[in-house]
């Protein structure tokens, strides 16, 4: 008879904790919160298809839907990734590597009228490297290079949530 009052006082403990947690903003890592003024948007992309399509299927996720009549319009105009040599070992090969992602982007609504002019976003990373892990060291970047342009991505929204007013329609 006593373990029935402890589930109950545990079951509301849980109950007003995931109230709390729900109303003070918490958010997993990586989701995105998308203004209802940027959840209907037109892309237009000159950047390479991969990019496009990470960058559209996150913004997807996140809620946004693209469609040819949408006020605003996100034009990509730009994405690369570099890697470089950041250091040298004992032996003069490369100890570390320093990746470089650069997205430039700018916004116009369907007036043409430039709600964010050209930007570039950049994040970069530097791993090191080890010749003797060679295939840890590959996945190892993939999975920087991933995270960078997830990053990315974040930085584009929060350009948006800064730079784009609430009723883009009637600019």
């Known amino acids: 008879m006593a373990t029935k009052p402890i589930t109950a006082v545990r079951l509301l403990g849980v109950a007003i904790l995931s ?70 070992n004992e032996n003069a090969k490369a100890a570390e590597y320093q990746l470089v992602s650069e997205l430039t982007f700018s916004v116009e609504n369907k007036k043409g009228v430039i709600l964010i002019p050209q930007r570039v976003l950049v994040t970069e990373r530097i791993y090191q490297y080890d010749e003797n892990q060679l295939a840890g060291k590959s996945e190892e970047e993939v999975l920087l290079k991933r995270e960078m342009r997830q990053d990315l991505i974040r930085q584009l929204v929060q350009q948006f949530r800064l730079a784009i007013p609430s009723d883009v329609s009637q600019q």
């Open 19 to 88: 109230l709390i947690i729900a109303n003070c903003g918490f958010h997993l890592r990586g989701s995105l919160e998308i203004p209802s003024e940027l959840q209907r948007i037109q892309l237009q992309s000159n950047a390479p298809r991969d990019w496009t399509r990470n960058i559209k299927s996150t913004l997807s996720n996140a809620g946004v839907q693209f469609n040819t009549t949408a006020d605003i319009i996100l034009n990509l105009e730009k994405a690369q990734e570099n890697r470089h040599i950041a250091s040298y």
